[in-house]
């Protein structure tokens, strides 16, 4: 049995775990790279903790970084583990052993919010770097989310008042005018159609995602966001909106449907993370709560940072 074998079932027997941990959204945002999990253990060989990783090479060198569209990985413990810091502090030692021993020149991941392993990695001696995403907790009462918009984001409401939302864009349509506002604005999508097709599959299948669309009354798209959840959380993903419509509200209604989908769900709603300043205070317009993670990183070859440099990997952490 492989690792990605032994990883798939255990993540069955797990209560929870998180959907970009998950084997199936790691098979879709990895296809056509290389992801593998290490393991920590008990003395009878139970499985106490795993990190799956996404290995990438270049420059003949190894390293593991976050797989695109991922916000948050790195190691996930069992339910007995999760608030036993001793118990959490060996998974995470076992972890470090085996990617001592891996040849790397670089690692880095982005663990969940209120993980106990940052500190335990911490302690290892790995680099830790605070993070911030946005979370809309209770969405029991919706007049209550509304109230805690912004005034500007409540007024962008009423001047949405003739558009309406629609759950008929398809994914091809949805790259489609997702390329179109990018491109207006001069710039490339961070994923490619490829990417999108391949994940959206996988996600649909599963009964895991949606694609929102806010639309005039002739059913031309203004905005559009690509959702994806699990047991606790909707994901924000992937947001596109037509330039062209700035003005018309589109961008406050497609929140505000994405957060009723996610009452639907009864699931909370997360923004999916955003550490550039004015998308933070877009996020935060919308009454959402700034929520801590961490990223986790060492340089095993500290000459590897020019490597970085030179060859502008950085961008390659969200990938």
Known sequence: MTNKERYSKWVEQQEYVPIMMTPWWLDAVCAGKEWNVLFAEDEQGEILGAMPYLLRKCLWQKFIVMPQQTQTGGIWVTAEVTAD?????????????QLDQMGLAYYYQQYLPGSLCVDAMRALGFKTHE?????VDDLSDLDAVINAFSKNKRRQLQKALSLHAERTLDVEDFYRFHSRWMQAR????????E???????????LGQCEILSICNADGKPYAAAFLVWDQHYMYYLIPAFDPAFKESGAGALLVLEAMKLAREKHVQFDFEGSMDRGTAKHYKQFGSTATKYYSVEKYYKPW???AIWFQKLREWRYR
């Open 85 to 97: 810091k001793w118990k959490t502090a060996e998974v995470c030692r076992q972890i470090k052993e």
């Open 131 to 135: 993070r911030v995403t946005y979370r």
């Open 186 to 193: 001069k710039r490339e999508l961070s994923y490619s159609r």
């Open 195 to 205: 990417f999108l097709l391949v994940l959206e599959r996988k996600a649909r299948r």
């Open 304 to 306: 590897f940072r020019l």
